[in-house]
């Protein structure tokens, strides 16, 4: 599994970016992908995770209402649309494919990570 993650950038607060992860391999179908994210001088953390069908998602409670995770199988991509951006979502994003076919939210369950996208929120 290849997973390359873009869309990031620079944007003001309140407005909005949708990241995009590219499964190059072909593999993403049959697994569960999660969007995780590293803020300076913290840990990486959970932000949303979507099922193999694309059927469940879940997300952590500081993005719930304003992130969606989905995904288009026929494209081997999975998207995150985050509106009403705030400061404190400024991090590093990495996409993550699970070994299993439903959502985790341990980082130990995503043996296959891409490289991150940078989103910048200014206030």
């Known amino acids: 599994v290849q997973l390359q993650a873009s869309g990031g950038g620079l944007v003001q607060a309140g407005g909005s970016l949708r990241l995009s992860c590219a499964d190059s391999?072909?593999?993403?179908?049959?697994?569960?992908v999660g969007w995780f994210r590293q803020a300076p001088g913290k840990e990486r953390e959970f932000v949303a995770g979507i099922s193999w069908s694309g059927g469940s998602t879940y997300y952590a409670d500081s993005v719930k209402g304003r992130f969606t995770i989905s995904r288009d199988n026929a494209k081997n991509t999975v998207y995150l649309q985050m509106n009403s951006l705030k400061p404190e979502d400024t991090a590093l994003y990495y996409c993550?494919?699970?070994?299993?076919?439903?959502?985790?939210?341990?980082?130990?369950?995503?043996?296959?990570w891409g490289q991150g996208t940078q989103v910048t929120v200014s206030s």
């Open positions: 391999r072909r593999t993403f179908s049959n697994n569960a």
């Open positions: 993550a494919g699970s070994q299993f076919s439903q959502i985790g939210v341990a980082q130990a369950q995503y043996p296959y």
